[in-house]
């Protein structure tokens, strides 16, 4: 499967910045997606990363306070903007093929803001 | 009905044990499906994916039953390895490299092997 480096793979961040999130494939891929994962629950997905167009963003999560990049196939950005406490959680790069495949993770951003 | 719904847990087993996870799902369109094992701090990695027949690799076994809409993960000879958490997935859109895939993660349900 595909090696996904994602980075940085922890921050501890000030309320009210914003830090960027990077997800870089070593090969080429169909989907990218960010996913999100609060202390004790399973995983939320954030949005669809389009390659040359807007980010398709699931109910509760918006642009303005997630905007995503993906330039190519093999490279997108998750920003988290105007952060909160409430924003602490690990944030998860994943990668499809096509089909009916599964996914694949990056191993997280671990996110404390105070 | 939620989305998709395991057991909560957890699970404490001894060493040797056989142990069974159960999931359902809402959305009978559901396409695709898998198990994924998550260990304590890190990101989930792909455990099988689970086909119409049922499959078997090495010590699990996984089954589909779409009529209930119901998945199952059994782990036989368990090891002090297998501790983890197991998350239930589902393709709750279609197929991916269209406009509506989308995995959908159950809660997970956190094992215990014990020596």
């Known amino acids: 499967s595909a090696v996904i480096s994602q980075k940085p793979s922890r921050d501890i961040c000030q309320r009210g910045t914003s830090l960027t999130i990077q997800c870089q494939v070593d090969?080429?891929?169909?989907?990218m997606f960010w996913y999100r994962q609060q202390p004790g629950q399973s995983l939320t997905l954030i949005a669809t990363a389009n390659q040359g167009s807007e980010a398709t963003y699931e109910s509760g999560f918006v642009i303005d306070k997630f905007p995503i990049s993906r330039p190519n196939l093999t490279f997108s950005t998750l920003t988290v903007s105007n952060m909160s406490p409430e924003d602490s959680s690990i944030y998860l790069c994943s990668v499809g093929v096509g089909g009916n495949s599964p996914l694949h993770f990056g191993n997280g951003t671990r996110l404390t803001v105070t | 009905r939620k989305e998709v719904e395991q057991d909560p847990g957890p699970f404490n087993v001894p060493e040797g044990a056989t142990v069974a996870f159960n999931c359902t799902y809402s959305?009978?369109?559901?396409?695709?499906f898998f198990w994924y094992r998550q260990d304590c701090r890190k990101e989930p990695k792909l455990l099988m994916s689970?086909?119409?027949s049922g499959n078997e690799d090495g010590r699990f076994t996984a089954q589909l039953n779409r009529a209930s809409q119901y998945i199952s993960l059994l782990i036989r000879d368990s090891k002090l390895s297998d501790s983890a958490t197991y998350l239930c997935?589902?393709?709750?859109?279609?197929?991916?490299?269209?406009?509506?895939?989308?995995?959908?993660f159950g809660k997970g349900t956190l094992l215990t092997v014990n020596p």
């Open positions: 689970v086909y119409s």
């Open positions: 959305n009978s369109a559901s396409q695709s």
């Open positions: 997935v589902v393709n709750m859109g279609g197929n991916s490299g269209g406009s509506n895939y989308k995995l959908t």
């Open positions: 090969s080429q891929v169909t989907m």
